[in-house]
């Protein structure tokens, strides 16, 4: 296995080996992270590509001590996410069919479909939290469905770790009020 902490993360993007480590290392949770959040395989598979572009672009921009390197790729994946949406709502008001997706074969069809299934309740949670503030939101998906500490979410969002505690504070509180959520969403961590 190729060591990053000798050239850090920033090194992926000059060395082959290591970019294919990180991309094993992370793929499922990245697949996983877009699966709860996106029901079409094609999109989550493109999605995938581009999280893994994004990441080889802004390796440079990685810190250790601000958190875990998943924590940060999980801010990647949310910022590419965030970009699709806003490019797909400007495409829908245009009413143009998006273009140039690459075809998939039916096992991976097959297989992004499971893993699609397979974060349906997390999708569930995900719809009903709708009515909080997007910020507070955001960082209780991080906390609650993708399992970061409050420590990396506050990384991933690009926020502090205070702020980070008062909004997931904030979110908790309210998502009490939310019928059909787990008692777990609500929990602490």
């Known amino acids: 296995m190729v060591k990053l902490k000798q050239t850090g993360l920033a090194g992926i993007a000059r060395d082959p080996a290591a970019f294919e480590a990180f991309y094993e290392r992370h793929f499922n949770d990245v697949t996983k992270f877009l699966a709860r959040r996106v029901i079409d395989p094609q999109t989550v598979a493109d999605l995938t590509a581009d999280v893994f572009l994004a990441a080889l672009d802004s390796a440079h921009t990685y810190r250790p001590g601000r958190g875990s390197e998943i924590a940060w790729l999980y801010g990647v994946a949310r910022n590419t996410l965030l970009a699709e949406r806003r490019r797909s709502v400007r495409e829908q008001r245009a009413n143009r069919k998006i273009a140039g997706r690459r075809l998939l074969d039916g096992d991976d069809i097959a297989r992004l479909e499971e893993r699609i299934d397979a974060e349906a309740s997390a999708r569930l949670a995900i719809e009903r939290m ?13 906390v609650a469905i993708d399992g970061l500490s409050t420590a990396e979410a506050a990384a991933a969002l690009g926020i502090r770790q205070g702020t980070a505690r008062v909004r997931l504070h904030r979110a908790r509180r309210s998502i009490h009020q939310v019928p059909g959520i787990m008692p777990a969403i609500g929990g602490t961590k």
């Open 130 to 142: 709708a009515e909080l503030p997007d910020k507070d939101r955001a960082l209780l998906e991080l």
